[in-house]
């Protein structure tokens, strides 16, 4: 970055900023607040790289890191909801700076949104729950994401939620290919109104609001008692 010229004639050193080669900065969504960067380290002189942010409708940068060198990567959180942001990066020490990067640029993720059902069984019998009952109900303002997995937020009453022969827990992360393999199973002689919640998954994030399933189970005549 800096050359001394020899101080011979009296004057002070000359310092010449020698620019690095053009740093290539790539950018990745990772999630609704969160853009990973890199790029090569391309200079040997550094003291650190400066990272700068825009919105990708605004005319200014501004500065919002300043890193220590040798750094090749910048992860940004905090970040809204669905918006584009550009970036570009420079190295830096005391004489000055280099050229900037090209400008690398990325959109947040939109949270996946859905909407509630309902289903029925009769009494005693067992609902099998196939994956087109979620991703039927699946929305996302991104058109290329789809539902990557449901969270279990709530347990329904008068039955057990089964994931196979396991009972499902709250908090349980069930895969859109094993939604085909989850089953309610209504306690012997129940009938009435259960539900259980859920959140929808487009594998970046969870949606903000549960949807839930209502469980009707229709009562059923039994046979008669002899005495």
Same mark, same amino acid.
């Given at each position: 970055?800096?050359?001394?010229?020899?101080?011979?004639?009296?004057?002070?050193?000359?310092?010449?900023?020698?620019?690095?080669?053009?740093?290539?900065?790539?950018?990745?969504?990772?999630?609704?607040?969160?853009?990973?960067?890199?790029?090569?380290?391309?200079?040997?002189?550094?003291?650190? @790289?400066?990272?700068?942010?825009?919105?990708?409708?605004?005319?200014?940068?501004?500065?919002?890191?300043?890193? *220590?060198?040798?750094?090749?990567?910048?992860?940004?959180?905090?970040?809204?909801?669905?918006?584009?942001?550009? @970036?570009?990066?420079?190295?830096?020490?005391? @004489?000055?700076?280099?050229?900037?990067?090209?400008?690398?640029?990325?959109?947040?993720?939109?949270? *996946?949104?859905?909407?509630?059902?309902?289903?029925?069984?009769?009494?005693?019998?067992?609902?099998?729950?196939?994956?087109?009952?979620?991703?039927?109900?699946?929305?996302? *303002?991104?058109?290329?994401?789809?539902?990557?997995?449901?969270?279990?937020?709530?347990?329904?009453?008068?039955?057990?939620?089964?994931?196979?022969?396991?009972?499902?827990?709250?908090?349980?992360?069930?895969?859109?290919?094993?939604?085909?393999?989850?089953?309610?199973?209504?306690?012997?002689?129940?009938?009435?109104?259960?539900?259980?919640?859920?959140?929808?998954?487009?594998?970046?994030?969870?949606?903000?609001?549960? @949807?839930?399933?209502?469980?009707?189970?229709?009562?059923?005549?039994?046979?008669?008692?002899?005495?």
């Amino acid at each position: 970055y800096a050359l001394k010229g020899g101080n011979e004639s009296g004057y002070d050193s000359l310092k010449v900023l020698i620019s690095t080669g053009r740093v290539n900065l790539l950018t990745h969504s990772v999630n609704a607040s969160k853009i990973d960067l890199s790029w090569q380290d391309l200079s040997a002189h550094e003291t650190g @790289y400066e990272v700068q942010r825009k919105l990708s409708t605004a005319s200014t940068f501004e500065s919002i890191a300043i890193l *220590p060198d040798n750094s090749q990567a910048f992860t940004d959180t905090g970040l809204s909801e669905g918006t584009s942001y550009d @970036y570009r990066v420079r190295a830096v020490n005391a @004489y000055g700076a280099s050229a900037f990067s090209n400008i690398g640029t990325a959109q947040t993720n939109f949270r *996946p949104l859905g909407s509630s059902f309902a289903n029925e069984l009769l009494e005693d019998g067992t609902l099998v729950f196939v994956a087109l009952d979620f991703t039927s109900h699946f929305l996302d *303002p991104d058109d290329a994401d789809e539902l990557e997995a449901i969270e279990i937020s709530s347990l329904p009453q008068l039955g057990t939620l089964k994931l196979g022969a396991s009972p499902v827990q709250v908090g349980q992360i069930i895969p859109a290919a094993e939604l085909g393999n989850m089953e309610f199973v209504p306690e012997h002689d129940e009938n009435g109104v259960s539900e259980f919640s859920f959140f929808n998954n487009d594998g970046k994030n969870n949606s903000i609001s549960t @949807y839930s399933v209502t469980l009707t189970i229709i009562p059923v005549n039994g046979a008669p008692l002899l005495s």
